[in-house]
């Protein structure tokens, strides 16, 4: 029986990258898989064989993720559309997708020659901007998309419907739509609800909307979303994940839908999504 493909892609900025790498190369030597090395993993072990993200998501069958949650992050945004199940292997604090630490590499090892893991489907957001009448971007984000003012420090006013209804329009600094699983990013920072990853669906949530009875509405994920600066806007920015940076212009038109595909997460047995919430955001009960 041929060993199965395995990919390990590392950040090779975080401390103790280097010994990781090594260690989880060890540990998988001693069983039948074949681990395959992205540039930065094998760069960090002096290995002389590497591929690209895309290259190893074309045949292997699940990638190991080695760093934080900004590297999972990473990691799907070089992936393109060959989605394959990431395992994530955090190097610091536990993260909401990485939610094994590098103490647990043993087991983490053994679960995934195993198959002893879970898979979360997380939902994608696809966005598109539209500009006289062409789509000039399409893409798709795990977390979120943030439609936010640019180098000039004043409130855009961004006009929203969902489906073929009318929302409102915003005056704020920006408008962030998030998946349930952004829901515990940048939204939470601006006063958006924790969702269930599972919940299916989307949040819309202003960012210091000038109105204060402006707040984050939860629609369903089949919902398209569609933003419009006004007229009097100036140029914008749209961002995907923190990563991806696009200017919008007046005319333009962003539109949010839920994507075809989902992001398989691997997580291990007995680790659940609130398991990991009370402890990111230290919640102990109460405080008397």
């Known amino acids: 029986m041929s060993a199965r493909n395995l990919g390990l892609i590392a950040n090779d900025s975080k401390p103790g990258a280097r010994e990781l790498v090594a260690a989880l190369v060890s540990e998988f030597a001693a069983h039948p898989v074949a681990l395959h090395l992205d540039r930065r993993a094998a760069k960090l072990i002096g290995a002389e064989k590497s591929e690209s993200e895309s290259e190893l998501a074309a045949h292997c069958e699940m990638l190991v993720v080695l760093g934080g949650d900004g590297t999972i992050l990473d990691a799907l945004h070089a992936l393109g559309d060959t989605l394959r199940p990431l395992f994530g292997i955090n190097l610091g604090t536990l993260g909401f997708l990485t939610t094994v630490g590098a103490s647990e590499l043993a087991s983490a090892v053994q679960a995934i020659v195993a198959r002893d893991y ?41 006009n929203v419907r969902l489906g073929d209804t009318v929302l409102t329009q915003y005056n704020a600094d920006g408008l962030i739509v998030a998946t349930p699983t952004g829901s515990t990013a940048y939204s939470l920072s601006a006063g958006g609800p924790v969702l269930d990853p599972g919940s299916g669906v989307f949040i819309v949530n202003p960012i210091c909307p000038h109105v ?37 212009e007046r005319g333009d038109t962003i539109r949010i839908t839920r994507a075809p595909q989902r992001l398989p997460l691997a997580m291990l047995p007995g680790v659940s999504f609130f398991d990991v919430l009370r402890q990111k955001l230290k919640w102990s009960g109460a405080a008397f």
């Open 118 to 158: 879970i898979l979360s489907e997380r939902t994608l957001l696809k966005v598109e901007i539209v500009r006289d009448g062409a789509a000039i971007l399409s893409r798709t984000a795990l977390n979120d998309a943030v439609a936010s003012r640019g180098e000039i420090s004043r409130l855009v006013r961004l």
């Open 212 to 248: 204060l009875t402006n707040r984050a509405v939860i629609v369903a994920d089949s919902t398209p979303i569609t933003i419009t600066p006004a007229d009097e806007s100036p140029d914008m920015l749209l961002t995907l994940d923190g990563r991806v940076v696009q200017r919008i």
